[in-house]
């Protein structure tokens, strides 16, 4: 493709420049919750849900505090949930996609039939496969699963019922469909953009979630058990983060137009692509890999030191001043999901023989916080999700363009649970105020401007 020239645009550009300005003053004015943001940092309260709860700090006195991150899934604790099932060396999205979606813990027989149920959703529609995934391949496998999804509405018989049961239906449907959405979109990608050969496995009924996936992507379909269980972990705790968080925000806002199902996942999908939130997994990987580039000695304090100074300046990476995989909209100490895949991180980094890598990945957290906060005066960031997620997908040999989309195979859990509670709780079409700051003008006929 030819690159684009955009010089024809210059004089639009500088209209859209000058015309579009609001100055911060009017914020204040108006009383305008910019970014739905309080002026203390904290969230506007915009609705309630039962699936997921996101605590960072506690308010004193008017004034938010910072504590330890606590993240619960239909108020169960997520240290709770992971310990549960990693005591008993079993997969834990089966029965996470169960607690989210019915809002308990599933019995043994539950979990079972569930998962069976969840495996014989597994298969594609007939000729879906060569139709939309091969016909029509993208560089970028977010923009194909937004096209997958959205073409699966016109294989659907009833695709704008929007009856709980059908619902449902569709929603486990996606859920259990992603992983060869995501595998088959990347084949298709490495095949017509990369002139590599094609192989599209069969899926098998018999495999967990997390081993079906492993399947279709390798060319061999074979993965070592530590492998799926630290995988099934990051399914698991990229699954839900409340209503608030911008994708699922975004779920809710179109649903509550009672539009279909695949139209609202869709545009949860395009919202969860962005650097500042789901797409940040795979900003960590490629900002790392230029600290990597950058710093002769990966254990010199200095070094990381100074390159992380160049980045919070706007003089290293991307030029953003942003720290990708670093701060949080609600956490302020820590984010328990951050905790929990830094200690499997630093597992399978000893296992792979990765440990100077991930004491790098270490160094650079813990000089992130202090300097930010030197920075910032004291504002507190911690490492979010993002972080290890992209470190320890790069050590399970995952490419980094399917960082995001297994976010998205997460995450259809919570959507879906949102979904469905949006369309049995809502019952009202979400629409916020916009002031405009445009002073009435007169219309000028074309020969007096
Ligand atoms: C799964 C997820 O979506 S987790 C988030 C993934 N995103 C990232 O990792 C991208 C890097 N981080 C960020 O961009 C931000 O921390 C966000 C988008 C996650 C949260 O943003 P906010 O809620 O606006 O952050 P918060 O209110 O705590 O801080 C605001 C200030 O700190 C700055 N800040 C926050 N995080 C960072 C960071 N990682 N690097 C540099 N500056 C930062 C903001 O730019 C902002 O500065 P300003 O007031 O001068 O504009
Ligand atoms: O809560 C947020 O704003 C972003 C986040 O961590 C998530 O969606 O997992």
Redesign the pocket.
């Known amino acids: 493709m030819q690159p684009k020239d955009l010089s024809q645009l210059t004089p639009f550009t500088s209209y859209l420049e000058t015309n579009n300005v609001i100055p911060n003053e009017l914020y204040t004015e108006y009383n305008v919750k910019r970014?739905l943001?309080n002026t203390d940092?904290t969230g506007v309260l915009v609705g309630l849900t039962h699936i997921g709860e996101v605590h960072g700090y506690v308010m004193d006195e008017g004034v938010p505090v910072p504590v330890e991150g606590r993240l619960r899934y239909r108020g169960i604790d997520i240290f709770d949930l992971v310990e549960g099932f990693q005591k008993e060396n079993r997969y834990g999205f089966e029965e996470t996609v169960f607690l989210l979606l019915f809002g308990q813990l599933p019995t043994k027989k539950e979990l079972e039939e569930f998962s069976a149920l969840l495996a014989r959703y597994r298969q594609l529609p007939d000729g879906f496969k060569e139709n939309i995934i091969l016909k029509s391949p993208s560089p970028n496998i977010m923009n194909l699963l937004t096209r997958e999804v959205s073409a699966l509405y016109a294989y659907d018989p009833e695709p704008d019922d929007i009856s709980v049961a059908n619902v449902l239906d569709q929603c486990l449907q996606l859920i259990a469909q992603f992983p060869a959405m995501v595998a088959y979109g990347y084949h298709a990608k490495r095949h017509y953009y990369e002139n590599e050969s094609l192989f599209l496995h069969h899926q098998s009924d018999r495999l967990a979630h997390v081993e079906n996936f492993l399947s279709l992507l390798r060319p061999n379909r074979e993965f070592d058990p530590i492998e799926a269980h630290i995988l099934d972990l990051a399914f698991v705790l990229h699954a839900e983060?409340g209503g608030g968080?911008?994708s699922t925000f975004t779920l809710h806002v179109v649903s509550s137009t009672n539009t279909d199902t695949y139209s609202a996942i869709v545009a949860a999908l395009c919202s969860l692509k962005g650097?500042?939130?789901?797409g940040?997994n795979a900003?960590?990987v490629n900002m790392m890999d230029d600290v990597k580039k950058h710093i002769k000695d990966w254990s010199n304090e200095n070094e990381i030191k100074d390159y992380i100074r160049k980045l919070?300046n706007k003089e290293a990476y991307d030029r953003r001043?942003?720290?990708?995989?670093?701060?949080?909209?609600v956490y302020s100490l820590s984010d328990p999901r951050a905790i929990l895949l830094k200690k499997k991180a630093e597992e399978l980094a000893r296992y792979k023989k990765r440990e100077e890598e991930f004491h790098l990945y270490d160094l650079f957290e813990r000089f992130?916080r202090q300097l930010?906060a030197e920075k910032?005066k004291n504002?507190i960031?911690c490492a979010?999700?993002?972080?290890y997620a992209g470190f320890v997908y790069d050590m399970l040999g995952i490419p980094r363009e399917l960082y995001t989309p297994l976010?998205a195979l997460s995450r259809m859990a919570g959507w879906s649970a949102h979904r469905l509670e949006e369309l049995i709780a809502g019952g009202r079409i979400i629409r916020p105020a916009y002031k405009c700051i445009s002073e009435p003008k007169e219309y000028v006929p074309l020969d007096r401007r």
């Not at 650097?275 to 789901?278: F, I, L, M, S």
């Not at 001043?321 to 909209?329: C, K, N, V």
């Open positions: 970014g943001r940092g983060h968080n911008n650097p500042r939130h789901g940040a900003e960590v919070l001043g942003l720290i990708y995989g670093m701060g949080h909209a992130s930010f910032a504002k960031i979010n999700v993002d972080f976010f």
